[in-house]
């Protein structure tokens, strides 16, 4: 059962070891990866090791936001907070993107027309890439990662698209009714939503191998390689988060944690799963399509 407080104490947690906790775990995973990539037989053991930390953290701390939740120890100014403090996530997270995006377009609309000289007064690139003449997708003078072949737009691809819109349907539909106090219909939404989200996890996850043994399309394939997994790669991470938490956000409605009037931890999960969608549309049109 959820309580809310009325009053106008704004709700201030005592000490908690769970920010340390986190330090410890995110610092040991950048330590794992940074020997792991320069060769160490135990960086990819010490990864794992920040990352099971980090998850633990998350696991508990979340865990006790919900127990102070249900136990009616924040009011209205704290669930603005809350607002507040997601949409400003969700912010820095449309900054991460657009920062990937610019590095797409910088390559594509500058520095490609650079290597084949086009507006050069003189063409240097006859003399320092006399054999150049590709536009993109390329991967570089010198066809870094030997020949690929571009992924399609209208196969996996498109089919991802209507999954993730599919989605965005069936979050606002179980939104509609939790509104509604409808618990069965807000569950099975919720169930529905998440396993779209997975079901294309499961499909990039193809997507992927394929790329890899079929179009000698990998990472090391120049500059369209390591734009495509980047961009795709670090979507896909986000579909995961995103699936996760619908996941525990389903288990939490089952169990009556949220009311038509109290429900942020949900309406969180639903901005997120629509910002993932709006970032997949960008990634299709400009990765994909274009």
């Known amino acids: 059962m959820v309580h809310t407080q009325t009053g106008d104490h704004y709700y201030v947690p005592h000490g908690t070891h769970w920010p340390i906790v986190g330090s410890?775990?995110?610092?040991?995973?950048?330590?794992?990866?940074?020997?792991?990539?320069?060769?160490?037989?135990?960086?990819?053991?010490?990864?794992?090791?920040?990352?099971?930390?980090?998850?633990?953290?998350?696991?508990?701390?979340?865990?006790?936001?919900?127990?102070?939740?249900?136990?009616?120890?924040?009011?209205?100014?704290?669930?603005?907070?809350?607002?507040?403090?997601?949409?400003?996530?969700?912010?820095?997270?449309?900054?991460?993107?657009?920062?990937?995006?610019?590095?797409?377009?910088?390559?594509r609309e500058l520095s490609v027309p650079w290597l084949l000289g086009?507006?050069?007064?003189?063409?240097?690139?006859?003399?320092l890439w006399s054999g150049y003449t590709q536009a993109w997708p390329t991967n570089g003078p010198g066809q870094v990662g030997g020949d690929f072949t571009a992924m399609e737009a209208w196969g996996i691809p498109a089919l991802n698209t209507v999954l993730l819109l599919s989605s965005g349907v069936t979050i606002t539909l179980s939104h509609w009714a939790l509104k509604a106090n409808d618990r069965a219909k807000t569950v099975l939404w919720l169930v529905a939503t998440a396993a779209l989200g997975f079901t294309f996890l499961g499909f990039q996850a193809f997507e992927y191998?394929?790329?890899?043994?079929?179009?000698?399309?990998?990472?090391?394939?120049?500059?369209?390689?390591?734009?495509?997994?980047?961009?795709?790669?670090?979507?896909?991470?986000?579909?995961?988060?995103?699936a996760i938490m619908l996941t525990v956000i389903a288990i939490r409605a089952a169990k009556a944690h949220f009311t038509p009037d109290h429900h942020f931890a949900f309406e969180a999960v639903a901005w997120y799963w629509h910002f993932v969608d709006v970032v997949w549309l960008g990634l299709f049109i400009f990765v994909y399509v274009l």
């Open 209 to 242: 191998i394929h790329a890899y043994h079929a179009l000698n399309l990998t990472l090391g394939s120049g500059v369209y390689g390591s734009t495509f997994f980047m961009l795709t790669g670090f979507h896909g991470m986000h579909v995961t988060i995103g």
């Open 118 to 127: 086009m507006g050069a007064k003189e063409a240097t690139h006859d003399v």
């Open 24 to 107: 410890i775990g995110l610092t040991t995973g950048v330590v794992g990866a940074a020997t792991a990539f320069n060769g160490s037989n135990t960086g990819v053991a010490v990864l794992l090791l920040g990352l099971a930390i980090v998850l633990f953290m998350m696991f508990g701390w979340f865990g006790s936001v919900i127990r102070e939740s249900l136990g009616g120890y924040y009011n209205e100014q704290v669930d603005r907070s809350f607002r507040q403090g997601m949409m400003w996530f969700i912010f820095s997270e449309v900054m991460f993107f657009a920062a990937f995006f610019g590095a797409l377009f910088y390559v």
